[in-house]
């Protein structure tokens, strides 16, 4: 009688309750059913509960502290092959980057020997081809390489299912469309996509590699669950920062500012063992290639931009102007993600709607644009005489382009002579950056260069931020802020005309100011450039201009990344809850929409057709008593109900409950095979094929269904639900009426466990508290 309402087309809920004995039209009275997510836009959560079916509990009952033991001693191990194999990814970056852009430099400077005409030439068509490899290999092998991909794993750990963000392919295009882009010259960074794959290499390795690629290995495959892989996706997170910075500190607390929803203090170990590990092999490779074995690469040390001997020390006086730049960095930021909001809607809404052949056109002309202007611009600045040199210095003036140091000599007609806008604006930026923050070089950039740099910089880093290849923001965030802070640092040295006054340190001020105002982050960006500059003497004053720009920025809009996961329609919730939340309950969430359930024992050909009329991802499993009262037993997935019907062994004849103790039915199913794969749709009710037969056969849910989903009370505030739901990563949450009578109360001692052992310190906190309660 069922089906045939379904074919009906009558309401699903309703039906499936008039089954059931003592029911009223069908719907489950006072219960209701928060989920994290609609799939309005095709956004699906993650299952970071632990389902504590028969199934589970058989299986863990099974596994003795032996097994507990093996698998946290899997887990370091995991983190020891995402440390070194994210840090082996970031060596191979750099030292594929620092070689293109080394050999497109010593090239161009060969060429411009003879012909400025024929250099420009050479230079704009290395920088095309290399841009439009990285296109390439976005539009038609890896779309979700695309960008920074921190928006998406922020999402991810955040309890956001994006298919392919996670992907074999998406980590290949990351590794070589970053190359691409950023050894093209485009104004975007290498930072944020490592962040990316690092994040890949940490899901690939915890599902045992890519099996499309047939690239697997099945002693790897230790943690199938969404819980597990968040994990190693947060040590992932944190060594790509770790390995873009040569952070390890700052890429600790960047995994817990600013990406992760969830966070233990065992979790902390482990990202900050693999921090160290990466610190281990990059200090390692570089090592190696200091002897020449890397090409152009090899200079550097582990601390990117030392300015150790910069200002030893700074006046009460200099607060002032140290205070506008974080002012100035507020403002800025905030403008810059206004600005990449317009254009990332329009975009979307006109120009990549076109197809990917536009995305390539617009990449490879923006290429053109930034190499022309690079080239170019230089070109129309007179050369400046090289300062007195000091026998003390290691400074030479003047400097080839492309090669580290300041004072580059580009179309200058004498040979002491050298070209301040060439120094930043035709190298590298890792260089430019080092230039812009070196000491010791006071009057070595003119206010009319560093102002057109920051003005054309800015105007291509607004532009190329969301086109179609693996784009960062920290290293060009940091050549914007460098910029005005270096600025401010020339007003100030001509202000009060003290000698002590560097202007590479108010340039790095800039730097930190600019991506506080941009992104928002504080303690970990502090920690980040103390790092990266090995000067803790400016830890005060970092902190100060990060303070002053985040509030200045947060009076305008959110942080860039933030923002971007708007944009791309990613539901993220944030750490705090809305303020009209307060004045809400549970039941005011829950709507007027009826709940569909299931009963405990269904049919087969009415599971199919609920699962085609909808695509609810849970469902209550109800159960009623001799008398007829109504009982909710559990909470079922639609991802279990897919892998039961595939399997069929659980089919049974019978309308019969069956009691999932009594025999060998709850372990004919592992565990893990009703885990998902990772970043893809699992399976689909349309993959699914029943016989006529089997439509007519029923499944006991209660052997599968999670026996304990968490509830609320209907009066709940909205506020409480959302820490809840947030706090503990849930996907759903049932909304129950007020509860009739109490069993118990658990208290601070009832959850004081003793091990076998017993420990004296416990006794005697229990002993204590139970007179207190």
């Keep these: 009688m069922l089906s045939n309402h379904f074919q009906n087309g009558m309401d699903t809920a309703r039906l499936v309750w008039s089954r059931l004995p003592h029911s009223e039209e069908g719907e489950l009275d006072g219960v209701g059913l928060l989920s994290a997510v609609n799939n309005r836009n095709g956004v699906e959560s993650l299952d970071y509960e632990v389902i504590e079916n028969y199934a589970y509990r058989e299986e863990q009952a099974q596994r003795g502290k032996l097994y507990v033991g093996y698998n946290v001693a899997v887990k370091w191990f995991f983190a020891l092959l995402i440390g070194i194999g994210t840090g082996l990814a970031a060596v191979f970056i750099n030292i594929s980057v620092e070689n293109f852009a080394g050999w497109k430099f010593a090239l161009t400077f060969n060429i411009i020997q003879k012909s400025y005409l024929a250099g420009c030439l050479i230079y704009i068509l290395i920088n095309l081809a290399l841009v439009f490899s990285s296109v390439y290999i976005i539009t038609q092998f890896a779309p979700a390489a695309a960008g920074s991909g921190i928006p998406e794993i922020k999402g991810y750990l955040n309890g956001i299912d994006i298919p392919g963000i996670l992907l074999f392919r998406t980590l290949i295009g990351k590794i070589f469309g970053s190359i691409g882009s950023v050894g093209g010259g485009l104004a975007l960074g290498k930072e944020g996509p490592l962040v990316h794959t690092g994040a890949c290499i940490a899901s690939l390795l915890g599902q045992g590699g890519s099996t499309k690629y047939h690239l697997s290995s099945r002693w790897l495959q230790g943690f199938k669950s969404d819980r597990d892989r968040r994990d190693l996706v947060t040590c992932g997170c944190a060594a790509g920062v770790a390995a873009a910075f040569r952070a390890p500190v700052g890429g600790v607390l960047f995994a817990l500012e600013e990406v992760t929803s969830w966070w233990r203090s065992q979790l902390m170990w482990r990202v900050f063992f693999t921090s160290a590990i990466v610190a281990v092999v990059v200090r390692a490779a570089m090592g190696w290639c200091k002897s020449g074995n890397c090409g152009h690469f090899g200079s550097g040390g582990f601390i990117i931009w030392d300015i150790s001997d910069g200002q030893e020390d700074y006046s009460f006086k200099e607060l002032l102007p140290m205070a506008v730049i974080g002012v100035i960095g507020g403002l800025l930021g905030a403008l810059f993600n206004q600005l990449t909001i317009y254009v990332t809607r329009w975009r979307r809404n006109y120009l990549h709607k076109k197809g990917n052949r536009v995305k390539v056109y617009e990449a490879c002309l923006i290429s053109v644009i930034t190499s022309v202007i690079s080239f170019g611009l230089p070109l129309l600045r007179k050369c400046s005489p090289c300062p007195d040199s000091d026998p003390d210095s290691e400074i030479e003036c003047p400097r080839v382009p492309g090669m580290y140091g300041n004072y580059v000599n580009f179309y200058c007609s004498k040979d002491k002579e050298y070209n301040d806008l060439a120094t930043i604006f035709f190298n590298t930026q890792d260089d430019a950056i080092r230039n812009l923050f070196s000491a010791r070089t006071i009057h070595e950039f003119s206010a009319q260069s560093l102002l057109t740099f920051l003005v054309m910089f800015y105007a291509l880093a607004v532009v190329t931020f969301g086109t179609a290849v ?83 920025g947060d009076a305008f809009n959110e942080g860039l990344y933030e923002e971007q996961a708007r944009l791309r329609g990613i539901p993220l919730l944030e750490s705090r ?197």
């Design 470 to 552: 693996p784009a960062g923001q920290f290293v060009p965030g940091i050549m914007i802020g460098s910029t005005y802070g270096r600025l401010v640092g020339i007003f100030t040295v001509n202000h009060y005309k003290k000698l002590n006054i560097e202007e590479g340190t108010y340039a790095l001020l800039g730097a930190a100011s600019f991506l506080g105002g941009s992104m928002r982050m504080t303690v970990s960006l502090c920690v980040i450039m103390v790092e990266i500059t090995n000067n803790l003497k400016l830890l005060p004053l970092i902190m100060l201009v990060l303070l002053i720009s985040k509030a200045v």
């Design 577 to 773: 809850p809305k303020y009209k939340m307060r004045k809400m309950t549970a039941r005011d969430a829950c709507g007027n929409q009826k709940v569909l359930s299931l009963p405990r024992v269904v049919k087969v050909a009415d599971v199919v057709s609920i699962l085609r009329s909808n695509k609810h991802n849970g469902f209550p499993v109800i159960d009623h008593t001799r008398n007829g009262e109504t009982l909710v037993i559990g909470l079922m997935l639609r991802s279990h109900l897919l892998v039961l019907l595939q399997s069929k062994i659980d089919f049974q004849h019978s309308p019969l409950p069956c009691d999932p103790r009594g025999g060998s039915r709850a372990i004919r199913h592992n565990f893990s095979e009703f885990a998902k794969p990772v970043s893809s749709k699992g399976i689909s009710i349309n993959d699914i094929h029943l016989s006529s037969n089997d439509l007519e056969m029923y499944i006991d849910l209660a052997p599968f269904s999670n026996p304990s989903p968490y509830v609320v009370p209907e009066d709940m505030s909205l506020t409480k639900v959302y820490n809840l739901f947030r706090q503990l990563g849930l996907r759903h949450i049932f909304v129950i009426p007020r509860a009739s009578h109490v069993i118990g109360v658990i208290t601070r001692k009832d959850l004081l466990i003793e091990e076998e052992s017993g420990d004296s310190a416990i006794l005697e906190l229990q002993s204590t508290s139970s007179s207190a309660t």
